[in-house]
C-alpha cells in the first residue's frame, strides 16, 4: 500500500506537470507558431504586456514571414476557468482554426466569438448562442476543432473586443511570430539574435524552449518532484518497516531453515526477493491508480482544458524501475539482519 501510494503520487503529479507543459507545446504547434515574443523578466506569459505598435515593427525584420499579437487572458465562469485568446482581424491565426460549424468573427460582428469544441460541450452553446462574457454579452458565430486540448477548450475573440472587455488598451500578451525558413537552424539563430538586438526589451524564444522558459511550469515541475521524492522515500520506510516486522514474525522459521543447511545468502534472497514482489505489486497497483487520479485532475472544474493527461510507456516503465529500485534498497538491512541470526538462537524464539 505505502508503495502503491508513492507511485501513484508520482504518476499523478508529475504527469499532471508534463500534461501543463505538453498542452501548451502542441497549442503553438498546432498553429505553426517558430517563435513567440513577450516582455522581457516576465515571471509568467500571461503576465507580459507588450506594445502593440511593436508588432507591425517586428514584421518587418528580415527573415520574418508573418506575425500577430495576441492577447491571452483567463477568466472564471460558473463553468470553470476559460481561457480567452484575442487576435486581430485578418490575423493568420484565424486560418489555423479548423472549423466545424460557422465563420471566423468579422468587423460585422463586434461581440462574436468562436469556441473550441471541448468548451462549446462544457457550456452547452452552438453558433447563434449567446453569453455573457465578463458582463457583455457575447454570441457565438463559429466553433472549431484542434489537436491540441488548450486551444479547443478557448475562446477566441477579436482584439479590440477582448482589449475593451479586459481593459486592456492598445497591448498584447505574446507575439507569434513564423519565420521564412524554420528548417533552417543557421537562419533561425541568426533571425533570433536579430530581434534581440533589435528589441532589447522584449524577450524571444522558439517553440520548443517555451515550456522551459515559463518560471510558473518550472516552479509547478520542482514542486511535484520535491513532494513524489517524498512519497519514494516514504515508500521505502513501508518496505524497510514492513519486511522488518516479517522477520521478527518469521525468526523461529528463519532458524529451521537454517538448521536445515540453508545457506546464509540463501535466506538472505528470500527476503530481498520478498521485498521486490511486494514492491512490483504495488507499483502495478500505483500505476493504475495514479493514471486514474491524472485523469481526475484533468476532469476537475477549474483544469478542464489545461491539462493534456498522457503519460508516455517509457515514463511509467521507469516509475516501475525507480520503485524496485526501493524495494531493494529498503530491503537489504532486512535480509542482512535475517542472514546473521545464528540458528541456535532463532529456535528459540517463540
Do not use: C
Amino acid at each position: 500500500m505505502g508503495v502503491a501510494v508513492a507511485v501513484a503520487t508520482l504518476i499523478a503529479l508529475v504527469g499532471a506537470s508534463q500534461g501543463v507543459e505538453r498542452a501548451w507545446s502542441q497549442s503553438l504547434s498546432d498553429r505553426g507558431i517558430h517563435m513567440l515574443g513577450f516582455r522581457k523578466n516576465a515571471v509568467e506569459l500571461l503576465s507580459s504586456t507588450v506594445d502593440q505598435s511593436v508588432v507591425r515593427e517586428i514584421g518587418r525584420v528580415e527573415g520574418i514571414k508573418v506575425v500577430s499579437g495576441e492577447l491571452i487572458d483567463l477568466v472564471k465562469q460558473e463553468a470553470g476557468v476559460i481561457r480567452l485568446s484575442g487576435w486581430p482581424y485578418g490575423s493568420f491565426l484565424w486560418e489555423t482554426l479548423h472549423l466545424s460549424e460557422g465563420h471566423v468573427p468579422g468587423r460585422d460582428d463586434p461581440n462574436g466569438v468562436m469556441l473550441g469544441q471541448r468548451l462549446a460541450d462544457r457550456l452547452g452553446l452552438r453558433v447563434g448562442g449567446t453569453t455573457f462574457l465578463l458582463d457583455t454579452k457575447v454570441k457565438v458565430v463559429g466553433i472549431f476543432h484542434q489537436a491540441s486540448i488548450l486551444t479547443e477548450s478557448a475562446m477566441v475573440l477579436p482584439l479590440p473586443l477582448m482589449q475593451k472587455l479586459m481593459d486592456k488598451g492598445n497591448t498584447v500578451t505574446v507575439i507569434n511570430l513564423r519565420v521564412l525558413h524554420p528548417e533552417n537552424v543557421s537562419e533561425v539563430a541568426m533571425i533570433h539574435k536579430r530581434l534581440d538586438d533589435l528589441f532589447p526589451g522584449l524577450s524571444f524564444l522558439e517553440n520548443k524552449d517555451v515550456t522551459d522558459a515559463n518560471e510558473m511550469v518550472i516552479l509547478l515541475r520542482k514542486l511535484n518532484w520535491s513532494v513524489s521524492l517524498i512519497a519514494m522515500l516514504m515508500g521505502l520506510f513501508f518496505v524497510l518497516n514492513t519486511l522488518l516486522m516479517s522477520v521478527n514474525e518469521r525468526t523461529r522459521e528463519i532458524g529451521i531453515l537454517s538448521a536445515l543447511g540453508w545457506r546464509s545468502g540463501r535466506i538472505m534472497a528470500i527476503v530481498m526477493f520478498e521485498g521486490m514482489f511486494l514492491t512490483a505489486l504495488g507499483s502495478i497497483a500505483g500505476l493504475m491508480i495514479g493514471l486514474a487520479g491524472l485523469q481526475w485532475l484533468a476532469s476537475l472544474k477549474y483544469l478542464q482544458g489545461f491539462i493534456a493527461p498522457v503519460i508516455s510507456a517509457h515514463f511509467m516503465f521507469e516509475v516501475f524501475l525507480a520503485a524496485t529500485f526501493v524495494g531493494v534498497v529498503g530491503s537489504l538491512y532486512p535480509a542482512w539482519r535475517t542472514s546473521r541470526l545464528r540458528a541456535i538462537e532463532a529456535l528459540k524464539q517463540e
